[in-house]
């Protein structure tokens, strides 16, 4: 079935650890980012890519670091997790045209102790 | 620039009662403008988008939305709420289709029986 597959599902994670939260789809599309869901504030966008071999900041990027070395993978990275990075994390994909939507992936919870 | 703003944390209705969730944006070049919804446990699902043309756009499970540009907004409706509409819903909002989407803190719809 095609779509985004992010794993692991949830995670408990010492503070300073390192963590990478991964990010596959098989939609080819070209756009990804990945947002951070926490009660009251929505989704906040940490980092996206365009295409690969592109990223860019969002709104919430400290703490965090991604790469796209392909078109389907998109990890995102926390170098040393501190437990303000306690969230749900949301990978999205998108094809190139304008007005297509954002396709989800059913996330990760992540709990800093 | 670009914003979303949504009116109420929380809605509760009544089974067959009118849904209406509120959303207004902030955009400083023609809005492309999104509806999801979240089931728990889920990731966020599209319900129906507003890009050009027609300002009323109806998406799935009976939804729909009107675009008003002097008023800013794009506000959700149902004319008869269903238990299984109970869930979160999301207004994003992307400038012309170029820049990530910005959500809102989203409404949780709580539906009496």
């Known amino acids: 079935i095609a779509g985004i597959t992010q794993a692991p599902t949830s995670q408990i994670l010492a503070a300073g650890r390192r963590m990478t939260l991964r990010c596959t789809q098989d939609?080819?599309?070209?756009?990804m980012y990945w947002y951070r869901q926490d009660l009251g504030l929505g989704l906040r966008l940490i980092h996206y890519?365009?295409?690969?071999?592109?990223?860019g900041k969002g709104e919430v990027p400290d703490g965090y670091s991604v790469s796209r070395a392909n078109t389907d993978d998109f990890p995102l990275t926390l170098a040393s997790a501190v437990p303000s990075q306690t969230s749900v994390y949301f990978c999205?994909?998108?094809?190139?045209?304008?007005?297509?939507?954002?396709?989800f992936g059913n996330g990760t919870r992540l709990t800093v102790t | 620039a670009q914003s979303v703003t949504q009116l109420g944390s929380h809605v509760s209705v009544s089974e067959g009662a009118l849904v209406l969730l509120r959303c207004n944006y902030s955009?400083?070049?023609?809005?492309?403008l999104f509806w999801y919804v979240q089931y728990p446990n889920q990731g966020l699902q599209l319900l129906l988008k507003?890009?050009?043309?027609?300002?009323l756009v109806k998406g799935i499970n009976g939804f729909e939305a009107e675009f008003k540009k002097s008023e800013t907004s794009f506000h959700l409706t149902k004319p008869s709420a269903h238990m299984s509409d109970a869930a979160e819903y999301f207004c994003?909002?992307?400038?012309?289709?170029?820049?990530?989407?910005?959500f809102g803190s989203g409404t949780r719809l709580q539906v009496q029986p």
């Open positions: 999205a994909s998108k094809p190139t045209d304008l007005d297509s939507p954002l396709h």
């Open positions: 507003y890009t050009t043309g027609a300002t």
């Open positions: 994003a909002v992307s400038a012309t289709g170029r820049r990530a989407l910005t």
């Open positions: 890519s365009n295409t690969a071999g592109t990223t």
């Open positions: 955009s400083s070049v023609p809005p492309y």
């Open positions: 939609m080819r599309h070209n756009a």
